[in-house]
């Protein structure tokens, strides 16, 4: 899926936390009660007709449960059959900055009616984002660009324009975001979702997390191992819990190199209407020459943001395209234009509101969940040693985000993801994706141990099961949801 991407999602640091054992700091209820959610038509057009809409009140600040409250709005469409109903599937978002109110209507009838008829389909939106109680850092236009949330540095490899910008958008955090700014994290989600599950009355509860969704999915098993169920994790983030988030944008580096020879084959095959080149092997010299170029003379692009076709908006092109291989075509489309010196119409954007929104809640939670380094000379060396090992992605995975001076320390270690627990998690990943690539989901995979199965698809893109995965790989998952059955050892899908 394109959350990550589509969320702008800003990639936090950890660095030199003592973990200790998680624990919740406060318990909902363990055993189930009658679900005594007010149900209410949901908002939105092209809804199925069955899904209907709650909201659930939690804490705030769960360290004073009986402080201020806030509202997570909640989605559901019912099992198909009650017969063979077996509880709820909570359907946990990518991001941070994404949101599930939608699913039960759209991906979560992409699930086998099978899967369908045994459970309850659960939306959701995290704290601080619309429609439950939302913030917004109210930034300015310039740091709302792609190319400013993601740390792209400047042309010569400088972090300072990186640095400035993360000092304006904590400012503005501070400045506007209120009280809830403070507490958005993966573990207050997660505190969030067994709320959620304590209000629809359900003992345990099933999940299907998604790219980021599998950080909240690790949080969740870590706090409440046993009230889970069934659980599928699908296009996995890095588990090392001193640079969770911060790993996963590192990630990019090995990501564009994975994904990129797929492009370079499908750019320079003959009959294509948008070959680049003769053979594959020309298309990434070609590519970096003209990233090269456009960092030295950009092209005019009114009505985008920023308002140029530069290098780094090419490699950011480049980054969003792979998540999805249907999108070669419009990449191709860029660079030949770019060659000719020429651009596209200007991208249509989300309208602004929610581009603030998906913005703050990516900083606040990147930037709550771990510390980490304020001093510029550690980002400038490893921009350059980025650079010169991972010349497509131009040094922006080893940046500075928002969170080197963001106001408020962490409140609480990262999530540190552990083997202890029930063994109900089945792990899927592509071979080739570019934003969770399989060198990160096999330090999952590591760190969950016997607790998990892992089925690895030769295919390429983000979003493996019903998405861009293989016939195999979304068979086992959904026969694992349906029935609990997992392969015996780890499984590869071609």
């Known amino acids: 899926m394109k959350q990550m991407t589509q969320s702008l999602a800003l990639i936090a640091a950890a660095s030199g936390v003592v973990f200790g054992v998680l624990t919740p700091l406060t318990a909902s209820a363990t055993n189930g009660t009658p679900d005594s959610l007010k149900w209410t038509e949901c908002e939105g057009s092209g809804l199925d007709p069955r899904q209907r809409c709650a909201t659930v009140s939690v804490p705030m600040d769960y ?43 759209e991906k979560g009838q992409k699930l086998p009616r099978f899967v369908r008829d045994a459970y309850d389909l659960i939306g959701f ?11 917004d850092c109210g930034l300015e236009q310039r740091d709302l660009a792609r190319t400013t949330l993601l740390p792209w540095p400047a042309p010569d490899g400088s972090v300072d324009a990186t640095m400035a910008a993360g000092q304006r958008i904590s400012e503005a955090c501070a400045r506007n975001g209120g009280e809830l700014i403070r507490h958005i994290s993966t573990l207050n989600e997660a505190r969030d979702l067994d709320r959620v599950r304590a209000a629809l009355g359900e003992r345990k509860v099933s999940a299907w997390g998604v790219s980021y969704g599998t950080y909240v999915g690790d949080a969740y098993l870590q706090l409440f191992p046993q009230r889970t169920d069934r659980v599928v994790l699908d296009s996995n983030d890095n588990a090392d ?25 499908w750019a320079a095959t003959p009959g294509n209407p948008d070959r680049l080149a003769d053979t594959a092997a020309e298309v990434r010299p070609l590519f970096l020459k ?31 395209a792979f998540y999805e291989p249907d999108d070669y075509p419009a990449l191709a489309q860029l660079i030949s234009a770019a060659r000719k010196g ?19 809640v990516a900083a606040a939670t990147i930037c709550n969940d771990a510390d980490w380094p304020s001093d510029p000379a550690v980002y400038t060396k490893g921009v350059a040693e980025s650079r010169a090992k991972y010349p497509l992605t131009g040094g922006m995975p080893r940046n500075a985000m928002a969170c080197a001076a963001w106001p ?37 995979r590591e760190a969950l141990g016997r607790r998990a199965v892992m089925v690895v698809n030769d295919s390429t893109g983000h979003d493996a099961y019903l998405g861009n995965g293989t016939a195999c790989g979304d068979a086992t998952v959904s026969r694992f949801l349906a029935t609990g059955a997992r392969p015996a050892q780890d499984t590869y899908c071609r």
Not at 76 to 82: L, Q
Request: hydrophobic content about 40%.
């Open 63 to 105: 360290a004073d449960p009986g402080g201020p409250k806030i509202e997570i709005a909640v989605s559901r469409i019912p099992s198909e059959n009650p017969a063979a109903r077996r509880g709820a599937l909570l359907l946990i978002p990518g991001g941070p900055g994404g949101d599930s109110m939608n699913d039960p209507s």
């Open 125 to 135: 939106a995290p704290r601080g984002m619309a429609p439950s109680t939302a913030v």
């Open 241 to 265: 819990p001193v640079l969770a988030e911060r790993a996963w944008l590192a990630a990019f580096e090995r990501g564009a190199e994975d994904n990129f020879p797929e492009f370079a084959k």
């Open 290 to 320: 003209l990233a090269a170029r456009l960092d030295r003379e950009p092209i005019p692009w009114p009505g985008a943001n920023p308002a140029e076709l530069n290098g780094n908006v090419l490699r950011q092109s480049m980054l969003d």
């Open 342 to 360: 020429t651009v596209p119409p200007a991208p249509a954007g989300p309208p602004e509101a929610v581009l603030q929104n998906v913005t703050a």
């Open 408 to 444: 408020w320390e962490p409140e609480e270690a990262p999530v540190h993801v552990s083997d202890r627990g029930p063994s109900n998690i089945l792990m899927v990943q592509n071979e080739r994706d570019v934003a969770t690539p399989l060198s990160g989901a096999l330090k999952l």
